[in-house]
């Protein structure tokens, strides 16, 4: 029966199921996703090779790291006085006036060759480094990575790994780590370096990641030992990219290894709870991405039972402490449903609608609560459940739109991001309907991590502030002062174009629920008028082959507690609704 109800509803569900599939998927990968923000645009120019000095000058570096030397676009010639006089100032570790000395090396004011300039260049950036100005580090140490004819393009490496300990994700130093190749990558392989290796090979996976080179990606991020703190986020990382790539098994797999790992103890998780129940999530997904195929001719799904028993396996491991319960148990629902068990479906969204949980926004779970009511021929209780989505969501839509249009328009990504931190502190213009939504919508991981991009440049620029005078009106002092004031405006319009981004998609989605649900209403109309499915509707299948879903026996263990508007926190995720099918009548 379940099989000849999947074909004749095939065409209500396929859109919502085809959705379904593949949406579940692509919040796996959101939820783990740590930046999907465009890669930062080159600076403008590069080093060009002088005519100059012959004769190099090899200076040891920090680190103790080898030397590219001369080898490049340019050489260092011999030093004027006032560079060696800011080399030994370094020597020294007088960062401050170092770094002044070095700056008018890189200026030109001490007429030192374009090689001499470089190598000024460098230690200027590590200066800063030391000085805690990460970001005027940062970017020096940016141009130079953009520039593989630098004299100190290699060893840069190093402190881009430095910078990636200081600076948050949306800083972008991924971007610029994936400026080099597998091989320069290969000099921290070494015994004292290794843990930096591992740290390195993360960063470039993450590089191919983002630029959809998941083959690549898959082999650096194998190159992250078990033994590393980036090895979990590697294993996450490798899992998405096998689904990316619509290899389950594998993908699966790289996801296994991460509970393994856990319960080992594996060490440098920061939260291993949540850990636990991505890796447990995103195995549902995969799973239930992986057990449901469509008929290239009819249309209607084939459900690996197997695979779906898996996924529900996998769901009910997330904790119901998670801040992923209900996500795991409405994603469960879809499953419970292809499985045509439908009354630990409609149990499932009862739990989630509970009081509870007064910031739960899953609008679909009242779709998919219709097609159970529509896949029965229980037509007018799919019908008013469907009526009751309307009347609750269109006015909540209306108010969500509303504020959309206020920042309609370009450059508003500043003003957004303002309202931002106005909802972030529980403040801002909203209607009382619509605040619990915006504040889960904006407040997604990704989108907090810009948000502490921009309070660390603030602080960056505090720290300048309280800096000598002399420091902060020299050349340099203008030079830092410019490139926080620029990272913050670039961070800034960064964030509030990603929280646009964030809350335009609610909107959509919830537009698009209310599309389905309209869908649902054309096609109870068809089959009413013996449009959808004739056999039914003209009595070809008896009273007798119709079915009772979700009688409960109680045993030993169990007792049948009738619900009578009252939810108990202890019977949250164990709700079965008994559902009639009206198919054989």
Not at 232 to 260: D, N, T
Not at 296 to 310: F, G, I, M, Q, Y
Request: proline share 3%.
């Amino acid at each position: 029966m379940f099989r000849k109800r999947l074909v004749a509803v095939s065409m209500v569900v396929s859109c919502v199921l085809s959705s379904t599939t593949f949406t579940r998927s692509a919040r796996a990968q959101e939820v783990i996703d740590l930046d999907d923000a465009a890669p930062a645009k080159k600076p403008a120019g590069g080093a060009k090779k002088p005519a100059g000095k012959k004769g190099n000058v090899d200076i040891d570096l920090d680190e103790g790291q080898p030397s590219a030397g001369g080898q490049g676009a340019v050489t260092a010639g011999t030093m004027t006085e006032g560079a060696a006089a800011a080399k030994q100032l370094f020597d020294k570790e007088k960062w401050s006036e170092a770094a002044q000395a070095l700056h008018r090396v890189v200026s030109g004011e001490t007429g030192d060759d374009a090689g001499n300039k470089q190598l000024a260049e460098y230690y200027l950036a590590i200066c800063l480094y030391r000085l805690k100005f990460y970001q005027a580090s940062y970017a020096i140490f940016s141009v130079i990575a953009d520039n593989p004819n630098h004299l100190k393009f290699k060893e840069t490496l190093l402190w881009l790994a430095k910078l990636a300990l200081q600076l948050p994700e949306p800083a972008d130093i991924i971007e610029r780590v994936g400026k080099y190749t597998d091989d320069q990558v290969a000099r921290f392989d070494n015994a004292q370096q290794r843990e930096l290796y591992w740290q390195l090979n993360y960063m470039l996976g993450r590089y191919k990641y983002r630029n959809r080179q998941y083959e690549e990606a898959i082999r650096l991020f194998g190159l992250v030992d078990r033994h590393s703190p980036h090895y979990v986020k590697s294993q996450f990382f490798a899992g998405i990219s096998y689904v990316q790539l619509r290899k389950s098994v594998p993908g699966i797999k790289a996801f296994q290894r991460i509970l393994k790992a856990l319960d080992e103890g594996v060490e440098g998780v920061d939260d291993e709870d949540r850990m636990r129940d991505l890796a447990n999530l995103s195995i549902a997904r995969t799973y239930y991405s992986s057990s449901i195929t469509l008929d290239a001719e009819t249309n209607a799904p084939n459900v690996n039972s197997t695979k779906l028993s898996a996924a529900v396996k996998y769901w009910n491991s997330v904790d119901e402490t998670s801040e992923y319960w209900l996500d795991a148990l409405f994603e469960e629902s879809w499953a419970y449903f292809m499985a045509g068990d439908y009354p630990h479906a409609l149990g499932n969204i009862h739990t989630i609608e509970a009081p509870y949980f007064p910031n739960s926004f899953h609008p679909e779970a009242d779709i998919l609560k219709a097609v159970i009511y529509f896949t029965n021929c229980n037509y007018d209780a799919a019908s008013i459940t469907v009526a009751r989505f309307h009347k609750k969501y269109v006015p909540i839509r209306d108010e969500l739109e509303k504020v959309l249009k206020k920042y309609s328009g370009q450059n508003q990504e500043e003003a957004f991001f303002k309202f931002l931190l106005q909802v972030r502190e529980g403040k801002g213009d909203l209607d009382e309907r619509i605040r619990p939504i915006v504040e889960n919508a904006l407040s997604d991981r990704q989108l907090l991590r810009n948000i502490d991009y921009v309070r660390l440049l603030e602080e960056e620029d505090k720290r300048f502030h309280k800096a000598p005078e002399s420091f902060q009106s020299s050349g340099l002092g203008q030079q830092v002062g410019d490139a926080l004031k620029l990272a913050r405006d670039l961070a800034v319009r960064q964030a509030g174009e990603l929280a646009i981004q964030r809350y335009r998609r609610n909107v959509d989605e919830l537009s698009e629920h209310m599309r389905n649900g309209e869908k649902i209403l054309i096609d109870i109309t068809a089959a009413q008028r013996n449009i959808l499915d004739t056999k039914i509707q003209t009595g070809q299948v008896s009273k007798a082959e119709s079915k009772i879903y979700g009688v409960v026996k109680p045993d030993e263990e169990h007792v049948l507690w009738p619900f009578n508007g009252e939810y108990w926190r202890d019977e949250l995720g164990f709700y079965r609704q008994v559902v009639e099918s009206a198919c054989g009548r």
